[in-house]
Each structure stands twice: as C-alpha cells, then as structure tokens.
C-alpha cells in the first residue's frame, strides 16, 4: 500500500469537499449498484456521526486534508498488516484496483 490507512476516528476534508468527514469503517464492501466494491475507508459527516442513510465509501487518494488522526496502537498495527495483506489477496482474485476507485466525494 502506498499510503498508511488512518485510523478510525481521523477527521478528514475530501478533495472538493466542504464538510469535515469522520472515518467510522475501513475495508468496506459494499453494492454499488453494479456488483460488489471495495473501499478503503467509510465516513460520516463531523459533527453529526453516525446516519446510515448518509455514510459515504472513499478511498486514500480521495482526501485532500487530514484534520485529526485518531487513536493508534499496537491493535491498530497488527490490523494494517491483516488490511494490506486483505488488499493483496483482492488484487490476485481479479477484483478491482480498490487504489483506482473514486467516488466524487
């Protein structure tokens, strides 16, 4: 991976964005409509929190700012390795690139 995955709880700005995202969720699967995708993070409006209704799916490339970084420990560590390995075995099964999705947030 070519960027560390932040933690949960970093408050972010996407590019072209205007509202301070939380991330809540890494390693999103999800159905975009057309079949199974991958996103690298899951966020909320800061500081409104959780509204199922209104998360949005982003990856690592799709931020512009890092406002906040959350809370980091040895959990955190032992989970980017389990995370980069996760992307590894996607990227040998065909799936696609989840670096090269973007969703305009």
């Not at 390995?85 to 996607?90: I, L, N, S």
């Amino acid at each position: 991976m070519t960027e560390k995955l932040l933690p949960l709880g970093t408050i972010v700005y996407l590019k072209e964005g205007t509202a301070k995202l939380m991330i809540v969720g890494r390693g999103a699967s999800f159905d975009n409509g057309e079949g199974q995708s991958f996103s690298d993070y899951v966020g909320v409006v800061y500081p409104n929190g959780i509204d199922p209704e209104d998360a949005l799916f982003f990856n690592h490339q799709d931020i512009d700012e890092v406002v906040f970084t959350g809370y980091s420990d040895e959990e955190e560590d032992r989970y980017l390795k389990v995370y980069d390995e996760w992307k590894e075995e996607m990227s040998k099964a065909n799936k696609p690139n989840i670096e090269e999705l973007t969703f305009g947030f």
